[in-house]
Nanobody
Framework: VQLQASGGGLVQAGGSLRLSCAAS????????MGWFRQAPGKEREFVAA??????????HYGDSVKGRFTISRDNAKNTVDLQMNSLKPEDTAVYYC????????????????WGQGTQVTVSS
């Protein structure tokens, strides 16, 4: 299984970024997906998750991003995106996508495959 995250960059506070994760090597539509982030010197933190069948009520967010971030997936393209709006300096981190058989899964141990991460930097 391979996960390739992209879309990170440098943005000013209040701005937006859209991350994307491309998956290959397994039947994408059978697995839930999640995004985590890790800031320097901090533990990896749950950001968002989406179930295998995207429908109303099948997304879950960490408290720190609720209302600002939106996770979505396209099973035809084997991608999962994270739209990040109203970004804050504290959102600065490396963002990782991962796959899981559980939903909603908020623990690192629930996820079995991880992407390499993409850096998001929010300037004040």
């Amino acid at each position: 299984v391979q996960l390739q995250a992209s879309g990170g960059g440098l943005v000013q506070a209040g701005g937006s970024l859209r991350l994307s994760c491309a998956a290959s090597g397994r039947t994408f539509s059978r697995y839930a997906m999640g995004w985590f982030r890790q800031a320097p010197g901090k533990e990896r933190e749950f950001v968002a998750a989406i179930s295998w069948s995207w429908s109303v009520g099948s997304t879950h967010y960490g408290d720190s991003v609720k209302g600002r971030f939106t996770i979505s997936r396209d099973n035809a393209k084997n991608t999962v995106d994270l739209q990040m709006n109203s970004l804050k300096p504290e959102d600065t981190a490396v963002y990782y996508c991962a796959t899981t058989s559980a939903y909603p899964a908020v623990q690192i141990a629930d996820y079995d495959y991880w992407g390499q991460g993409t850096q998001v930097t929010v300037s004040s």
